[in-house]
């Protein structure tokens, strides 16, 4: 959802009153939650002709959509197992309502990095691993950096050899947890883990963390390290999007933010996002980026790790379209 979309949605919980507007909170994403709150405290006054805007824009979408039944899931198990037999059904409804089944893993989703971290210090890293892989890959990362190196190292290799999790292996998850998993035996396995997700975790680590993990996991296999690497998207990479791509993504960045990461960016990089821009925000940036003094590596590798954050996000979206090396699938 870009800017314009939250802002709506931000109006349109506003004037819901805080009672509606708790009902609806609960049924978005963490992520959601935090984007959707961060949009409501920045907005300090909205004009009745914006709100009139948004009420009747969310009027003519609901008058769109209807319900045809009330009870999606209940109404897919009844029509599979009268056309396959209770069985076949079963088996089937495994895979489709198997996100249905409620992971103690998910409050995780919802705790502090530090939390998170404290909570799984002393287990196996193999289980961290699978654990981690439910988790956003910048939480994952954040949660990451709080372990030891060799912890941090560890638990990366095995994210990167995941193939997939088994049910059984996901109610052991949840008995660390102290949770219990609800599931069929029959579920087919959760399809986590592997080279994308440890590179993405990587790639949130940023620095010398991201050096030192590339560094261990190629002493221990050079192959997976290179695999990892071709799956990586780093802030130099911005050079090989497209003209429309980088159009795209500076729509989203603040030109504060922009001028920070542009500060660590190569020459090449710089130009190609100048030539993107109209000539007077070029030229503007161009002096921002000369008066700008000394700037901390810490603080350009931060606001280049957000840049890359929106650069994912457009590309879940379908907006831009980034790429791996050489014949990689896209990431």
């Not at 439910?134 to 912890?151: I, M």
């Not at 219990?180 to 975790?201: H, T």
Request: glycine share 6%.
């Amino acid at each position: 959802m870009d800017d314009q979309g939250l802002e709506n949605a931000a109006i349109l919980l506003m004037s819901l009153g805080e009672e509606h507007a708790s009902e609806v909170f609960k049924h978005l994403a963490p992520k959601e939650v935090q984007r959707m709150g961060e949009t409501i405290a920045r907005m300090k006054s909205i004009s009745h002709d914006r709100l009139d805007q948004v009420l009747d824009k969310f009027r003519a979408v609901a008058g769109d959509q209807s319900m045809l039944v009330s009870d999606n899931d209940e109404y897919v198990r009844s029509v599979l197992k009268r056309a396959l037999g209770e069985d076949k059904a079963n088996l089937l409804l495994d895979r489709i309502l198997q996100g249905d089944d409620v992971s103690g893993i998910e409050s995780l989703k919802w705790m502090d990095p530090s939390s998170v971290a404290e909570l799984m210090r002393h287990e196996h890293p193999q289980i961290v691993a699978a654990i981690l892989v439910h988790l956003e890959s910048d939480h994952a990362a954040e949660v990451l950096k709080l372990f030891t190196e060799r912890q941090r190292n560890e638990v990366l290799v095995r994210v990167a050899t995941l193939d997939g999790i088994q049910p059984s292996a996901m109610r052991d998850l949840n008995e660390v947890l102290n949770q219990v998993l609800a599931g069929s035996d029959r579920m087919k396995k959760s399809n986590l883990g592997g080279v994308k997700p440890a590179a993405e975790i990587i790639n949130m680590l940023g620095g010398t963390l991201e050096t030192s993990v590339l560094d261990f996991i190629r002493g221990a296999d050079n192959d997976l390290a290179q695999k990892i690497l071709d799956n990586m998207f780093t802030f130099d990479d911005l050079e090989h999007l497209d003209d429309k791509g980088i159009q795209s993504l500076m729509k989203e960045v603040q030109s504060e933010s922009l001028v920070i990461a542009l500060k660590g960016a190569t020459p090449e990089l710089r130009e190609k996002i100048f030539r993107n821009m109209s000539t007077r925000a070029a030229e503007t940036l161009r002096e921002d980026l000369e008066s700008r003094g000394p700037v901390r590596v810490s603080e350009v590798e931060a606001e280049q790790k957000e840049l890359l954050k929106t650069v994912r996000r457009l590309s879940d979206e379908g907006v831009i379209v980034i790429g791996g090396g050489g014949d990689d699938e896209f990431v």
